[in-house]
Structure formats: C-alpha cells, structure tokens
C-alpha cells in the first residue's frame, strides 16, 4: 500500500492523503489522485515526483545525482537547502508513521485502509493544533 500525504508547511496539518493499492511511483500516485495544488502555492517534493515542474510550475525539488554526473558543491548545497525546508513536512510524516498502519506491511483488509490513514491524519492534525 502506498500513501501521498499533502502536508500544509505553516501549523504542519495534513491537507489531504492518497492511496494506491500495491507500489505505485510518487509521481505517477499523484498524478492519478488528481490532487490539486493551486498555482500560487509552492510545492516541495523529494525526487519521487521528477516531472512534476509540468504540471505545477511553482515547485522545488533536490537535483538527483548519476554516475555518470555527480552532484556538484552547488548542487549539494541547493539540496541541502530543501531538505532543511521539507524538514517540518518529514517530522509530520514521522508523526503518522509512529501508529505503524503506514510504516509496517499493512495487513488487515484493503477497503479499510483509506479510511484509517483518514482517521490517523486527523489525530495528528487534532495534535498539531493542540
């Protein structure tokens, strides 16, 4: 089971989630959940989601490095730059993944699993606010 969380940066709520059944490539899950990011509203993504400049100008996400070119001292430092900002998005992640229903196999039946991830998505947005 895979799950796309959309994590709002400012008090670090969960906006909205999507699940795909089996593995399923971040970007192709977002494309197919059909979420929609508003155009002045910036997107930071890690690189699972290379390709999404198409469909969201306004987004940011690190450089990948290849054999055959690595990541230079620039690059490395603009990678660096993202990942401290997408920080607060991880710590929430984190926070779902502590109930363990998205970080272990999930093994209970498949039609109860979106709404579960619902469910622990508004607890942790019940403790971001609190």
């Given at each position: 089971?895979?799950?796309?969380?959309?994590?709002?940066?400012?008090?670090?709520?969960?906006?909205?989630?999507?699940?795909?059944?089996?593995?399923?490539?971040?970007?192709?899950?977002?494309?197919?959940?059909?979420?929609?990011?508003?155009?002045?509203?910036?997107?930071?993504?890690?690189?699972?989601?290379?390709?999404i400049?198409?469909?969201?100008?306004?987004?940011?996400?690190?450089k990948?490095?290849?054999?055959?070119?690595?990541?230079?001292?620039?690059?490395?430092?603009?990678?660096?730059?993202?990942?401290?900002?997408?920080?607060?998005?991880?710590?929430?992640?984190?926070?779902?993944?502590?109930?363990?229903?998205?970080?272990?196999?999930?093994?209970?039946?498949?039609?109860?699993?979106?709404?579960?991830?619902?469910?622990?998505?508004?607890?942790?947005?019940?403790?971001?606010i609190?």
């Open positions: 089971m895979k799950t796309q969380v959309v994590i709002n940066k400012a008090d670090r709520t969960i906006i909205c989630t999507a699940i795909s059944n089996g593995k399923c490539h971040d970007f192709k899950l977002f494309k197919e959940s059909k979420t929609h990011i508003r155009p002045d509203i910036l997107a930071e993504t890690d690189t699972g989601y290379i390709g400049k198409k469909l969201h100008t306004n987004s940011i996400l690190p990948k490095r290849s054999k055959k070119c690595p990541l230079t001292a620039e690059d490395k430092a603009a990678n660096h730059k993202i990942s401290s900002e997408r920080v607060s998005n991880e710590h929430a992640i984190g926070f779902m993944k502590r109930f363990n229903i998205i970080a272990d196999r999930y093994r209970n039946r498949r039609k109860r699993f979106g709404l579960r991830v619902n469910l622990i998505a508004g607890i942790c947005n019940y403790h971001a609190a």
